[in-house]
């Protein structure tokens, strides 16, 4: 089988990891003949790789003597123990008047100049330090991805204070399940925000927030949508424009440790309240830079996009492409509205050369029937990087065949807990059907089997990482004693992070992911992972999408499949024969499953992700605790009580 797509020896001489690789091998006496090489150097000399991505990402700041503290173990490492620097000052390293930031928020678009960002993120940290804002302290958002909202997270990181985010289009109780934990004192909201075409107001949600949050001492609030002259009268509130028109343009940066906490994230919270996850500025600026520049080939002047709320992490990872002096392409609102052509027109509008999406918008391309190939030039795009879930061997087909042949198409995946990557793309590797191109550079990750045993290529098992990386958490929020950080990633196998991911590595070099660990099937002890069975279901003429758990039944465990099907499609006993079928040919008979049921909608997070877990919990009349975590909790109600389930 050959590769889907090959770099050109053009695109190799030009690409960023092509003159890091001369770096290392200058500064080393070393020699690296292939991805390969530079991988196991990167793994094997953690100090020497660590420091030579500093220096190639042009990090400022004072990096110190010391690379790694102590012993390479985890918990507990420490990168780069004397370094000072500042996240926002490494972000906001142009001034000029080039582009930073083009908005399109359903067609209402702007632009901002570095030199307008720059000063207008000073204007906020100068505001932060008139209200008393200190390092540490923590400052929260309920915004849209607009450009306010990126200047609010930098004039945090000037201060050195601690910023955390959420979209929206949370609920009250979802809302203050995460920032009711860590106590903000400044809370910048918007007055309402736009998707689908309709305007969706905030204010009577942010009223509800604001006064079941004692810690907020100021709120601003962006009248992005017109709807907060209409509103409640917040107490205690301001509006942006009038807030950062008293604030100081002059830019000031404090220099703060390598590990001093950048960003608070939130677990999904789908089993109980969210964990609260604190990362540092230093280990998510050098991780970013390292996945950006060497993973992702950005150069000076790109245009990065990624199709993100700020509610996921990946909004967090755009950011930073600022410091590698790329112009941000933010987009807020539906990818389908007015039509699917919306992020497409937009890419072919702006020149964007990184397309940033995830598995599940490239399968509604698909099952919408559109064919950018044909209706777009496309012709900036060089890179097309997908996440959120395992991208299926067919959407790599569609992507190829339907959106641009010449793209370097990048499966990536980590997570909210290392704010990036563990396995990512190569821009100077094949890429092959199905799989995702390469392990980070850096991160030392292996496939373990229940007893901890590394397996060889084609096994699947537990993706680990068994060495310390920069952007492992700070910790959680209030875990005195680290009891739930050990307990999320080292409680299985001591000293190796468990991501909780069920995988296999490829012949290529590459990896595979057939979906979360936790959600595994195990039919009579056969551990089947659910993107093996989605990745067949959904090829079925009729299926939308679909979602699969395994059910304790008869003192073993059953494959329940429940299907969405296309409006006005009814499940009959010749769909669910072409299902059965599709999957016993192309997959095994253990993957079959033994009921079909149809729903009409499939539960989400917010930020797309199916939640398997809490469908069987429903399904075995398990309470959900945090139904607030959803972008459709409703959905879950289709679970409960379905006779079929009972014989």
């Known amino acids: 089988m050959a590769p889907l797509w090959e770099p050109s020896a053009d695109r190799v001489a030009r690409a960023r990891i092509t003159a890091f690789t001369k770096q290392v091998q200058a500064a080393s006496g070393r020699s690296f003949s292939t ?9 094997e000399q953690p100090s020497d790789f660590w420091r030579e991505v500093w220096t190639f990402g042009g990090i400022r700041g004072d990096m110190g003597s010391r690379i790694v503290d102590g012993p390479a173990r985890m918990p507990g490492a420490r990168f780069f123990p004397d370094a000072r620097l500042n996240f926002a000052e490494n972000v906001l390293r142009r001034r000029d008047n080039t582009p930073a930031i083009v908005f399109n928020g359903e067609g209402r678009n702007r632009e901002m100049t570095h030199r307008e960002l720059a000063e207008n993120v000073g204007r906020v940290a100068s505001a932060l330090r008139d209200l008393g804002i200190r390092p540490g302290d923590r400052v929260a958002a309920y915004m849209p991805n607009l450009p306010e909202t990126i200047i609010a997270a930098l004039g945090t990181a000037a201060v050195g204070a601690v910023w955390s985010s959420c979209s929206p289009d949370f609920g009250v109780q979802g809302v203050l399940d995460r920032f009711g934990q860590i106590e ?6 918007v007055d309402g925000y736009f998707f689908g075409g309709k305007c969706h107001d905030v204010m009577p949600r942010l009223d509800q927030i604001v006064r079941a949050l004692p810690s907020v001492e100021q709120t601003v609030i962006v009248p992005y949508a017109g709807t907060s002259t209409n509103g409640p009268n917040i107490s205690r509130s301001i509006s942006w424009p009038e807030w950062i028109s008293k604030g100081d343009p002059d830019l000031r940066f404090d220099h703060f440790p390598f590990n001093h906490p950048l960003y608070i994230l939130y677990s999904s919270g789908t089993t109980g309240v969210p964990k609260c996850i604190v990362h540092g500025a230093g280990g998510t600026l050098i991780q970013h830079l390292k996945e950006h520049q060497l993973h992702c080939d950005i150069h000076p002047g790109d245009r990065v996009f990624y199709f993100t709320t700020c509610g996921w992490m990946m909004w967090n990872w755009l950011v930073t492409a600022l410091a590698s002096e790329a112009t ?27 397309f940033g999406t995830s598995a599940k918008f490239i399968d509604a391309v698909s099952k919408a029937g559109l064919s950018p190939i044909d209706t777009h030039r496309l012709t900036t795009v060089r890179t097309m990087t997908s996440t959120g879930s395992p991208l299926a061997p067919e959407s790599f087909d569609f992507v190829y065949s339907h959106i641009k042949r010449d793209v370097h198409l990048a499966s990536i995946s980590g997570g909210t807990d290392i704010v990036s990557c563990f396995v990512l793309g190569a821009p100077t590797e094949p890429v092959w059907r199905g799989e995702i191109q390469a392990r980070g550079l850096g991160m030392s990750v292996k496939v373990f089997d229940e007893q901890g045993h590394a397996l060889p290529a084609g096994e699947k098992g537990e993706l680990v990482c068994t060495r310390p990386f920069p952007s492992m958490p700070i910790g959680f929020w209030n875990d005195p004693g680290d009891l739930k950080y050990h307990a999320a990633y080292f409680e299985k196998f001591p000293g190796v992070w468990r991501h909780g991911d069920y995988v296999a590595l490829t012949e290529h070099g590459g990896v595979i992911i057939y979906g979360r660990s936790d959600a595994v099937l195990n039919p009579g002890g056969v551990r089947i992972g659910t993107a093996e069975i989605y990745r067949q279901v959904e090829q079925v003429e009729g299926v939308v999408e679909s979602l699969v758990i395994g ?18 499609l009814t499940l009959t006993p010749a769909i669910e024969d072409r299902i059965r079928r599709r999957i016993r040919e192309n997959a095994s008979p253990r993957h079959v499953p033994a009921r079909i049921l149809q729903v009409t909608e499939i539960p989400r997070t917010k930020s797309g992700k199916i939640v398997e877990l809490a469908v069987r919990d429903v399904v075995h009349g398990r309470e959900i605790r945090n139904q607030e975590a959803l972008a459709n909790p409703e959905a879950l109600e289709q679970f409960k009580n379905r006779t079929e389930l009972q014989s």
């Open 184 to 189: 903000p004192r400044v809370l910048i909201a």
């Open 35 to 43: 991805y390969d090489d530079l991988y196991r150097f990167s793994i």
């Open 328 to 354: 941000l392409l933010l987009y807020d609102g539906s990818p389908f509205h007015p039509t699917g052509n919306a992020l497409f027109d937009f890419a072919d509008e702006t020149g964007m050369t990184f």
């Open 551 to 568: 059910q304790h039944w008869d003192r073993d465990e059953r494959v329940v499949l429940f299907v969405r099907l296309k409006d006005g």
